[in-house]
């Protein structure tokens, strides 16, 4: 919502000027904005976790998922990067590849990329064809006594190259992993909160017919505040709590975080700033695909609000 909002700064200070707590504190501030949270997704994803950072958030997030699931294994997209925890560089091929190398937990499905990705615009059913890659990851970890806890992707892929991935891609997918009895993890830190314009959450490009398991939440939640969340369902979380070992974060969730996340949600709502997402980035893309025209080395522009990618190329045909 840009850099020192008047807004934001007078939340935390207000707030910090009457008590800032660790969360074993209860405060009113932690239900008042997950209720407020709770308005902007689909009515399943009802309980949240507070957190300090999206890294965070993704390593709760694969938790929640194994143990509601009882599975090990995730599939990510290739090129992903999920964060800089060991557990998270571990499922982050833009990352891992450099490193150790991939785990044999680790199933890694190509990018959903229609321009110069496995299936192109030309493909006559790119949602199946790529969705199909995902079933035969797990069908490939089956035979091999592997079990699927969880399918885990940007709902728009940023790090792997600012990919809109087709409509019913994520539909498809869900089918396959709930059927494996895995769940559907949608990491929204860098795409969330209005960036995409038309919606609030960039999940929600698929259609009204999608809503994931776990959604994590991370980066514009906090205007540049460490906070973060996770958001998921009733059975998910009631599986986490039946462990006997609760989640509990000392900072995660304290008042003046859950103070600046309220005046987020305020200045996002107050200053309409999902249609100046929407104008702005289609002004941006048309002048974007003017240029493309005059020169051949832009070989696509796409993109939704301001989540924008213009993909450089050596060779048209190829």
């Known amino acids: 919502v840009g850099h020192c909002h008047p807004d934001i700064i007078k939340a935390a200070h207000e707030q910090n000027q009457l008590l800032n707590t660790n969360s074993r504190y209860l405060h009113d501030n932690l239900v008042d904005y997950a209720e407020r949270l709770s308005k902007t997704l689909p009515e399943k994803l009802c309980i949240f976790y507070f957190l300090n950072s999206g890294s ?3 390593d709760l997030a694969l938790r929640l998922a194994r143990q509601y699931t009882r599975h090990e294994d995730i599939i990510v997209l290739d090129h992903a990067y999920h964060g800089h925890l060991t557990s998270l560089i571990d499922i982050s091929p833009y990352k891992f590849r450099n490193l150790e190398g ?6 890694v499905a190509p990018v959903p990329d229609t321009f110069r990705g496995l299936y192109r615009e030309d493909h006559e059913d790119s949602v199946t064809a790529y969705a199909d890659e995902v079933k035969n990851i797990i069908e490939h970890a089956h035979k091999t006594g592997r079990k699927i806890a969880a399918f885990f992707a940007e709902s728009l892929p940023s790090v792997g190259g600012q ?5 019913g891609y994520f539909q498809k997918v869900a089918q396959h992993v709930h059927k494996a009895g895995g769940v559907f993890i949608a ?3 860098q795409v969330g909160f209005g960036r995409v314009g ?3 959450w960039a999940f929600q490009l698929q259609g009204e017919d999608f809503t994931p398991d776990i959604v994590t939440m991370g980066k514009p939640i906090g205007n540049g505040h460490p906070l973060a969340c996770v958001a998921t369902t009733k059975e998910i979380a009631e599986a986490f709590a039946a462990t006997g070992v609760e989640y509990f974060n000392t900072f995660g969730g304290n008042p003046v975080s859950c103070a600046i996340g ?3 949600l305020d200045v996002i709502e107050k200053e309409h700033l999902q ?10 893309m048309k002048l974007l695909k003017e240029q493309q025209v005059k020169h051949p080395i832009i070989g696509d522009v796409r993109g939704c609000g301001l989540f924008i990618g213009v993909d450089l ?3 048209q045909a190829e």
């Open 313 to 315: 190329i050596k060779d």
């Open 262 to 264: 309220l005046a987020v």
């Open 187 to 189: 990491d929204e830190i």
């Open 163 to 167: 990919i809109i991935p087709p409509g």
């Open 198 to 200: 038309k919606h609030f």
């Open 275 to 284: 249609a100046h997402a929407t104008e702005v980035g289609n002004f941006l």
């Open 56 to 58: 965070e958030a993704n």
């Open 102 to 107: 991939q785990k044999e937990w680790v199933h």
